[in-house]
């Protein structure tokens, strides 16, 4: 599917250049929720989620965001399977610093050694000889940060690694990590109901660093919602359609990465592309949603 320009849908978002080094289309995939329940084992149904992985690189998509602890594993064993030989545009980050025991189960560990097999691990699932982003996970509050942070600028240096970024961070942690490496990116929650990093995102935008939301849209409670109901009609799209599109609006170091297993939810997110929310319809969503 392509627009009248014979643009995929997903060139509608824009695009962002991380560390002014890798151009990305702004709507990405993230790559947790085609594993199994809890973010655990294999998917249920192995043959969509490697369908899905495909049809958002049809999409437009060029930028699809996983890690080594969704599966664990499975995540990237599954694009690799999908997707390799990559498209030359396509940019893959990944993270490492979290542990799985179960499902829905998840340990920080941000120990230099540990982050080092990490890397080394998903290079050989992803079948590649180095990382385009790779985000460090989660502080580990048992390591300093600056020693999880300068095990990875070390493995960069070593061209193990092309850019790094950070996830799960307050400002002072951003600030201290960018003291060690280079920082292009910030991956935080966020969404139209949950804005607690804006500070970070302000950061983001002062410094001209990506900022990846993860749950971009923040569940049930915005079934609720009047204005975004009202919009959502009149734009003929979904209540997470507009959550996405309020997203891109928002800011241009925006990057969202909405996840599914479904087909038919790859379609819907990539086409909140398109939205194009008024000033006004964007002032009021900011306003009911405060």
Known sequence: MTNASNQPPAAASGTFTLGNELTVRRMGFGAMRIT???IWGEPADKPTALAVLRRAIELGVNFIDTADSYGPHVSE???AEA???????????????????????????GRPEHLREALEGSLRRLRVDHIDLYQFHRIDEKVPLEDSVGALE??????????LGISNVDADQLARASKITPI???????????????????????DHLAFIPWRPVQGNQHQQNEALSRFAARHGATIGQINLA??????????PIPGTASL?????????????LSQEEYEELSTAQA
Do not use: F
């Not at 997707?83 to 560990?109: C, E, F, H, M, N």
């Not at 910030?186 to 109901?193: C, F, G, K, R, T």
């Open 154 to 163: 070390d493995l960069r240096r070593a061209g193990k690694i092309r850019l």
């Open 36 to 38: 199994g329940p809890g």
């Open 246 to 255: 309020w997203l891109l609006h928002h800011s241009r170091s925006m990057l």
């Open 264 to 276: 038919q939810h790859l379609e819907e997110n990539v086409a909140s592309a398109a939205i194009q």
């Open 77 to 79: 064993e599954l694009i």
């Open 184 to 206: 292009v990116s910030v991956q935080n929650l966020y969404n139209i109901a949950d804005r607690t990093s804006e500070e970070v995102l302000h950061i983001c935008e002062r």
């Open 83 to 109: 997707l390799y030989p990559y498209p030359a545009d396509l940019v893959i980050a990944t993270k490492g610093g979290l542990l799985r025991s179960g499902p829905d189960q998840w340990q920080r560990d």
